[in-house]
């Protein structure tokens, strides 16, 4: 198995062009993709699973460091080292438990993902697999890792882009040409030529860096150590102070200033992949699971403090959304656009990264148009090409929004291909159109049928909690199918929700847009109102909750027994979580920090509290240490040993067979 298989969109070989190169090729990139989706869609629009239905997640993890002799938490760059031996497995045959585990490399030296090795099935008994292949998965891994080495769940290192936060330690390189960060050292890019080549034609496209600033935490004596570090740290090559400017072009204060990449990509994130009957019913679930997809992330939240600051906020979405903004001056509308342009730019109002801009559904008609509320611009030939080809408004439209996109890496020997035959070009600009949640064709040559991906839910540091969110997940999908659930509202309620969730403490501070009446059909009016996320997972007077639901599913398809009471476990933990009976990581973290005894009410994450937090979250993923404020009486099983998985010799074997020159 290739280790660069598939990896946020298509891993090339060959030379990756630069934007300056790319002109011609990002224009015949973006008019093929539209012929290979056409042929492709023409090809698969009739597939149709005749089997049970298959999901899977993905877990993407870090490795922190223990550095020098003072023991700092720091994150390792040996990545890429661990991903080579974790791929010796795969001369080991005769382990069944080897063979469910799949791993796959990302943006950043710290970061591994790991997978179940083959899907899950459609029975309620897979569902107890998942968290025992969460914890394979973490022993397996570390079994490759050093003894001053951990790995961990949480979204975003909390002092990344500090002095010293990796080991070894690596300076920034503000004069390069990748990043120009004056604090993400571009070392700690992944090797493959498209990340710094991704990273760079982000900047290069945009006429200028990345500019990412979150809202800092406002404690006693915040403001003045903010002045300092603006002092002493946010100056360009000429020493002036940057100005950091929000999307309206206005000047912003008191926030953390962030710019490479690095700090968006190089977060974390739990996301699960659920395959449909056939294209029309992943339409449907890809509406319905991006109105949801906000509230998993409220209950999710596990990102206080970024850049060694406690934030406002406590989600990654934003940071990695501005990380990745390639649009220009004249596309975020910050820039008039020149009388002389040949080629006219539109007004892109979200990044890349983003929570979805139209509905798709095409099984309910006229119902669905209507919540599409918020501007989504589209290419214009694009769509043309789409509705002259057969393809249906709603879907021609939601392609021709995705085509407003250029291709940001482009492979020099990639470029003239088989429109056939191949889905390259149309899968260039698919995948790095990052939203909540992702409409996916089959791939080329392949049965599998269409699927649907969840993509924004924040790792947690547990393998309970983890599993609780994607039984959750994969549940709800199916509770949606069974009973044709119609949770639609307007985008910009959805868009609302979105930045409620970002929120400090978003998940029992806000309440959130939701439609009550889920049961009533698609040619009613939406009762929609504004609900406590305690009162949309657990039920109310207005709503019967998504849990209850859940529940009457189960009910429905007769689960019983030893897997009803684990389910109802996981079930019964998310309430828990969205009501506020128990902590988000997020809040616990930012406690962990206020509480700590070198804290000094000035919203800072110091070395020696970050050493402290970071080895208190690996001993809370452990199950070391007991946490009730957190994950109250849930039961929250220790890590095995090797020795205790059953696969001890298998690793000591695949790594005699990797060091072996024969």
């Known amino acids: 198995r290739p280790i660069y298989a598939t990896l946020m969109g298509f891993l090339g070989v060959g030379r990756p062009l630069l934007w300056h190169d790319a002109g011609d090729a990002v224009k015949y990139v973006r008019e093929h993709g539209v012929e290979q989706f056409i042929t ?113 769940t949480i979204p975003a290192f909390p002092r990344l882009g500090c002095k010293n936060f990796t080991c070894p330690n690596l300076d920034p390189s503000p004069e390069g040409d990748i990043s120009k960060s004056l604090f993400m050292p571009d070392e700690v890019i992944n090797p493959h030529p498209r990340f710094p080549t991704l990273t760079g034609n982000i900047r290069r496209r945009r006429g200028e860096k990345v500019c990412i600033h979150m809202p800092v935490y406002k404690d006693q004596h915040t403001q003045a150590a903010l002045s300092d570090d603006i002092l002493n740290h946010q100056r360009d090559a000429n020493g002036n102070i940057i100005e950091l400017i929000d999307m309206h072009g206005e000047k912003v204060v008191e926030e953390v200033y962030m710019d490479a990449m690095g700090f968006g990509m190089g977060c974390s994130c739990l996301q699960m992949t659920f395959q449909a009957w056939d294209v029309d019913e992943a339409r449907d679930l890809y509406d319905q699971l991006a109105i949801i997809s906000p509230l998993l992330m409220a209950v999710s939240a596990a990102t206080p403090a970024v850049k060694g600051w406690l934030t406002d906020t406590d989600v990654r979405w934003d940071i990695i959304s501005s990380s990745v903004d390639c649009r220009s001056l004249v596309e975020r509308g910050l820039e008039e656009q020149p009388s002389n342009s040949q080629n006219p730019a539109k007004r892109i109002p979200k990044s890349r990264y983003s929570s979805i801009s139209r509905f798709i559904s095409n ?28 393809i249906d408004e709603g879907l021609a439209k939601h392609v021709a929004h995705l085509f407003v996109r250029d291709a940001l890496v482009v492979f020099s020997d990639r470029v003239e291909l088989d429109d056939s035959t191949s889905t390259e070009h149309f899968e260039n600009i698919q995948s790095t159109n990052w939203n909540t949640v992702r409409f996916k064709p089959p791939p080329a040559d392949s049965d599998i049928g269409w699927r649907v991906e969840f993509r924004t839910v924040e790792v947690n540091l547990t393998d309970f909690e983890n599993a609780a969110y994607t039984v959750f997940v994969v549940l709800l999908s199916r509770a949606v199918l069974q009973f044709d659930l119609n949770f639609y509202i307007p985008i910009s309620k959805v868009d609302e929700n979105m930045r409620r969730a970002h929120q400090r403490d978003g998940v029992i501070s806000y309440k959130f847009w939701f439609r009550c009446n889920v049961d009533a059909g698609f040619s009613c009016e939406p009762d929609v109102d504004e609900l406590s996320m305690g009162e949309i997972f657990g039920g109310g007077n207005r709503f019967e909750g998504l849990v209850p639901i859940i529940k009457r599913y189960l009910d429905c398809i007769k689960c019983s027994g030893e897997e009803r009471q684990r389910i109802d476990v996981y079930l019964d933990f998310l309430i828990d979580r969205a009501s506020g009976k128990l902590m988000t990581n997020a809040k616990w973290m930012r406690e962990f920090v206020l509480r700590h005894p070198e804290y000094r009410q000035d919203s800072r994450v110091t070395e020696a509290i970050n050493t402290d937090l970071i080895n208190e979250c690996v001993r809370v993923s452990k199950a070391q240490v007991r946490t009730p404020e957190l994950l109250g009486e849930y039961k929250i099983d220790t890590m095995p040993t090797m020795q205790e998985s059953g696969c001890g010799h298998y690793l000591v074997a695949a790594q005699g067979a990797k060091n072996d020159p024969g």
């Open 363 to 390: 099984t309910h008609g006229q119902h669905v148009e209507k919540y599409n509320d918020v501007d989504a611009p589209i290419d214009d030939a694009a769509l043309k090409r789409l509705l002259e080809a057969g």
């Open 40 to 152: 492709h869609y023409k090809k698969c629009a009739e597939i149709h699973v005749e089997k049970d239905l298959l999901w899977g997640d993905e877990v993407e993890y870090m490795i922190v460091r223990e550095c020098g002799k003072s023991h700092v938490s720091t994150l390792s760059l040996r990545a890429p080292e661990v991903l080579e031996k974790l791929g010796s497995i795969d001369a080991v045959k005769d382990c069944s438990c080897l063979k469910h585990i799949d791993w796959k490399p990302e943006y950043a030296g710290w970061m591994l993902e790991g997978t179940p090795g083959e899907p899950y099935g459609a029975t309620t008994a897979q569902l107890l697999l998942v968290e025992h292949n969460m914890m394979l998965r973490r022993v397996f891994a570390e079994h490759f890792l050093n003894d001053d080495e951990k790995l961990l």
